[in-house]
C-alpha cells in the first residue's frame, strides 16, 4: 500500500444498480467450504495454509477498499465502477462470507462434544480464533499488494458518539485492524518506528466494544472528487501507470496519467 484515503461517502451518494449488486453476490455464493479438501495426512488435522489459498486466493489488487458490513452494497458497486476502467478494487468483505462458512463447518466437525448436541464455548472460541487469524492475515497481504487503501468513512463504519475530537472511534474490530495494519505499513514506508500495538483478531458486532479508527495516516478525500478522478482515469497499458495515477491524486493533482 503505497497511498491511503479516508474518503467520505454520505447516504445515498452514490447510486446502486441492484443487478450488479445481485450478480456479485451470487458469485460469492458459489463458494463450497468443504473441510476434507483441507485434511493434513492423518485425515483429521486440517492445513490452514490450504484454507488460505483455496477461500483467500491471492490476487492482482490497484485499490483495497475498507468498509463497514453495512456498506458492502455501497462497496460493490464502487468496485464495479472502478473495474469499468481498468481499476482492480478489493472489496475486504469478499473474504467475510468465506471465513464464516468455514467457521461452521468447523464448529459442526470439532466444537461439539462426542455424545452432546450442544457446542462446547472454550472449543467455540478456539476455532473462531483460528479461523480469524487467517482471514486477518489474508486481508493483510492484500493491504500489502495494493497500491491504494480507500477507507469508505460513513456513518456506519465511524461511530460519532463515540469519537472525540481528532481519535475516531469504529464499532468494527476488522476495519479497526485493517486500518491499524495499513497505519503500520504506512509508517514503515515513512521511515518511522511501528507503533508497539497489537492487532485485535476478533469481535462480534454485537458487542458495544468500540477500537481506535487511526485513520491519521489516511488523506482526506470526498467522493466528488475521487469520482473525477476516476472519470478522468484512462487504463493506458503501462503497469505503472495506476500507482501513478494514485500518486497524483495523493498529492492533490487533478491530472490522472
Known sequence: M???FDMELGSGELALDPLVLMDYKNELGKKVVTLQKYFLDDGKSIDAELIAKHLFPAMHCDVFIS???NDQNAAIQLAHNLGKKGIVAFVDSMFWGSAYELLRAIDNKYS???GQKAYDYKRLNRSAAHVNMILASALQKMIMRSSMLLFLNTENSIS??????????THSAW???????????????QDKN???????????DSLPIYHKAHTEHLKPLTYRDFSAWVRGYSNS????GFAMAAKNLYRGQSRVY
Request: aromatic share 10%; no cysteine.
Open 2 to 4: 503505497h497511498y491511503g
Open 67 to 69: 468498509h463497514s458490513f
Open 112 to 114: 461439539i462434544p462426542l
Open 160 to 169: 460519532t458518539k463515540h469519537s472525540v475530537q481528532d481519535e475516531k472511534k
Open 175 to 189: 476495519i479497526h485492524m485493517e486500518l491499524m495494519f495499513s497505519h503500520m505499513v504506512w509508517q514503515i514506508e
Open 194 to 204: 511501528m507503533l508497539d500495538a497489537a492487532l485485535e483478531s476478533y469481535s462480534t
Open 237 to 240: 497499458g503501462n503497469p505503472q
